[in-house]
């Protein structure tokens, strides 16, 4: 590994004694969450608190003739009822387009629909009152006249002709297309000794965090300040936002993000009936309380991943592969989501596809066209799993077809691990990979040669159990190439202010924030360590825009990267301003100190020489006692954005070993692999946590999950007896190992985690299943693979 | 009739009456009443089991039962369990394998994994996943909860011993 | 989601009970359980103007032998049917097929009268009723009737107690001899409703099935006892006896479409459910190979 120092007498952290990076410590403060005593916003009560409840469309795409809301108004425990006429008043509407994405279109939204509904779930009317029951008693009693408009309901055909505009402005149903072509593709096809090519089908799945969005807006008429306590993963860009479309500074906008029950992406886009929310707490001058039920969380959440791509590869028969093509359709929602608009998730596939491989030559088309479903945006790993399962689907493909093992042909074209920096063919660059090491480490994991002897044991007694194996690459630590550049106000910097209190404990307020994943604790380990404190003495302040240093947030595994960097250089000046008054108070040299266990010692021998918190007493009480013209600084603030690469590049690789009941249909998972590079490892085991959490998240993909839609538009499995999540009794254990490549964008060295785990394994096991049935002469593209579908595979029904 | 009705219960031990609506649920009626909000909402059809709390004993889903059909009855949330020390150790198993992210599934998880711990001194990982297999995780996907359970398993009998 | 208003009665008596429910009709339902009737009002599925609570009928509840009868309050809990003593001696069918049902935490609720008056066609209890030749006991106005399980069941939520009735009981004759049970369903994960299912209730001896109860669940609008398994019974089952069954089976039954399977998958799954169960019951795991049941 190497390192970067800025000066020579300053040891690295990851070098320092006691230092807690690379360390797996239990995260602080997890005894309220285990007690029942966490603080979520659906646990919220503000004094003359009212609750809101949304009126919702119950048709597809339909006119908005008439609301009369005269019996509502009047029911016990109403306090107003309120359209989307009404509550324009208050908040402006918002176009998700960014304007890097060429040609990404969408129409204006607004917080409350206005003559037209678009979607099933569509907010048409706001009922407040005491209680979320009375709520929902009186939005009962509105009447709604609605004239049913015909919808747009598959992607397929969205763009033909005959179809209607949801948007007729727009000119047509396509929000966004991308097209990328590098190399000689048509050459390299005719090339190849095999061409294959699939339609890869992949099901419309949404988050189900298991808290609801939840959001309390609090406007104070007197202050004019707007308290929005909100389970967002970017408090920045909600104050932003919120501030802009309610005709506020951003300094009069609070953004407080408590406990969160859970986000992967999902509360980190701005939603309709939160923006409305803001609006109904400024119209009414009370704090007013939206938490959505699960039946609306599953009709109004972002869904994502609703792809249909055609993918194709050529191979020669040493098992080089020569080109991929790609043309991608997505359907999402009737507007592109704000701000980070729903042409990211094709956006990435196009960047994503082969990125592993060393091939040259690559043609893409995505098309992403409106559809009037709920809206669709980024969740947890965007794009990575379509562009995963796709080539890796292929490049399994590929290799049957050319009878050469799936790890043989990866073993060809994979990215040797001494070729970086390099570009892929969508023109990404890699600072450094580990594709090869991280394959052989898995192989051996797994002990892949013994599976592959029970494999064919047990396929002479009928048992049919299949490997699946799936390379990745990952967009981590992103720049302001994401988002910034199109416009959107999207911070891609963090920072971290660190100071010492009159104890001599630590406090550190982070601009990152934190969903469970472990933000406070790896910010308080880096900390401590470059500090020289012990962790229990580090508290760490996060999610509060009147309490933090301005930055992105928690999204897009940037956490640990950027916030993480962030963290690392305060801490360092911080210690060198200890340093520099301990200096003056013993009068030594600063170099010739270091901070030990909380206490300032010779570097020397280690003697010690005062105490942390003796320090703090003369600087914060007594600094009559320091020599003259002392001014000491116990407070230090650093920010950090990546320059030299727009995204930090992880890879990994997964492997899935299941056994399919060739009668029923149903499989089993009997154990999961993954080995990821992500680089310097600050907690082992919150980041082999992150990958178990995202693997199973994939997992789901996999086997259950799907929002099934009928023609008309509506969704028909909005509940969790009908939408399948995977539960405990289905999952398999997941073993994870690791290969350290360290990012030298940073000291820290980190890059990000946590979206590889559902990046590559429904990959995986859909490679995994087409394994085990290869007796069977059949190749299963589409996810989710439930019994019906295997069944059908096999010709049993 | 649909005037609100008395009830008299005990709590985590300590005797609660109130005037409840028959639609109110034990699990508002928990969180908005007595604000023992360690009783998390999921979904409200009884299939998430963030609500789960234990009522004369035995774990039930807080949404439901009725307020006004605990008359009577003894409940016990998460507040309770964690005062009494009657889950210490599982929470410290918990906390030292991360077996928590979020933490919004695990007040329910803490109920079912005690539930299962009461009944079987030495349950397998499948049996242990089987009983967890009505409380939804998205974060953690369940294997640190099953390695933080077997451990306490493993450490009860131990001490048992 | 939150449920509507309604009135609410604890009722103390069984009379009591079928007082209110003759007076509202309809506009009332039975709280017993609660785990099948609180999601759908809370989904506000179902708005009842009166719920009669009869969680507190003590006469309702226990598992009673009387001569050679089992008698299974309606109010007895599915893990009451687990712990019990007497099930596991009598009708071990039932404690294995309460293992499926849903999760502990429901379990320790819902009742084997409300599952069977709910009559959801993907559930497990009544399909166990019909193999365990059960008579149901409900009680009305005009006093007392005894349904045979055959004759309970009438579609899809839907069966022979009237609104004004109250599930009391039910009556299952002593295991005999020689008594063999099998259970198995489809379930895409631990505890959800069966794609498909079989409770099996049988007499066997010395390799024969003297006696064949196989009740199929979630493969129609409700339990169903084909009659294609009396080809099975009194004979020696060879495997083209069996695949004939089968066939036969798979004409017999009429399964409908959802999300989760066609009519089609549930018919096959039919079929290897009858090839799994004879072959455990007769001690011949063998029998039916994957492949050449269909």
Known sequence: MTLISAKAETLSVLDRPNSYIGKTVPRPNLDRLMQGRGLYVSDMELPRMAHVVFLRSPYAHARLVAIDATVAKSMPGVVAVVTGEELANIITPWVGVLSHLKGLKSAPQHAIAIDRVCWQGEAVAAVVANSRALAEDAVEAVEVQYEELEAVTDMRTALDPRTPLIHPSLGDNLAFERIHDVGLVDQAFSESDEVVEKEFIFGRHTGVTLEPRAVVADWNAADARLAIYQGTQAPHMVQNIAAFHLGLQESQVRVVCKDVGGSFGIKVHIYADEMATYALSKLLRRPIKFVADRVESFNTDIHARDHRCKGRIGVRRDGVIMAFEIDDLTGIGPYSMYPRTSAIEANQVVNLVGGPYVTKNYRARARVVFQNKNVMCQYRAVGHPIACSVTEGLVDLAAMKIGMDPVEIRRRNLIPDDAYPCASFSGLRFEKLSHHASLDKLLAMMSYDGLRAEQAALRKKNIHRGIGIASFIEVTNPSAAFYGVGGAKISSQDGVAVRLDAQGAVICQTSITEQGQGSESITAQIVASVLGVSMERVRVILGDTDNTPYGGGTWASRGAGIGGEAALQAAKILRRNILDVAAAILQSAPAELDIVDNIVANTSDGAPRIELKELARIVYFRPDTLPPGIQPELMATRHFVPREYPFAFTNGVQASWLEVDTETGFMRLLKHWVVEDCGTIINPQLVDEQIRGGVVQGLGAALFEKCIYDERGQLTNANMADYLVPMSGEMPDIDVGHVVSPTLESELGAKGAGEAGTAGAAAAVANAVNDALRPFNTIIKEIALIPQVILTALGRI | ?161 | MKASAFAYARVTSVDRALELLAAHGEKAKVLSGGQSLMPAMNLRLIAPELVVDIGGLNELRGIVVRRDVLRIGALTRHVDLLNSSEIAAHAPLLAEAVTHVAHPAIRNRGTLGGSLAHADPASELPACMLALDATILVRGGSGERRIMAADFFRGIFQTALSAEELLIAVELPLARRNSAHFFLEFARRHGDYAIAGLAAQAVVEAGVAMDLRPAFFAVGDRPVMPKAASRLVNTAVTPALLSDASTALGEELDPHDDQQATASMRRHLAKVLLVRCISALLGRPGLGVAGRAT
Request: proline residues 3%; glycine residues 10%; hydrophobic residues 35%.
């Open chain 2, 1 to 161: 009739m649909t005037a609100p009705l008395p009830i008299s219960l005990h709590v985590n031990g300590e005797r609660v009456d109130a005037h409840v609506l028959p639609r109110l649920n034990l699990a508002d009626f928990l969180r908005e009443h007595l604000h023992l909000t360690g009783t998390h909402v999921g979904c409200e059809h009884g299939v998430c089991g963030a609500c789960t709390v234990r009522v004369n004993d035995e774990i039930v889903r807080a949404c439901l039962i009725l307020a006004v059909q605990t008359d009577g009855m003894s409940v016990q949330t998460i507040e309770g369990l964690s005062d009494s020390g009657e889950v210490a150790d599982l929470q410290a198993a918990f906390r030292n394998r991360n077996a928590l992210q979020c933490g919004y599934c695990t007040p329910g998880m803490l109920m079912a994994a005690q539930d299962l711990l009461r009944q079987h001194g030495e349950p397998s990982r499948e049996r242990i996943r089987g009983h967890l297999s009505g409380n939804y995780c998205r974060c953690t996907g369940y294997q640190a909860i099953v390695d933080a359970v077997e451990a306490t398993a493993r450490s009860r009998r131990g001490r048992a011993a």
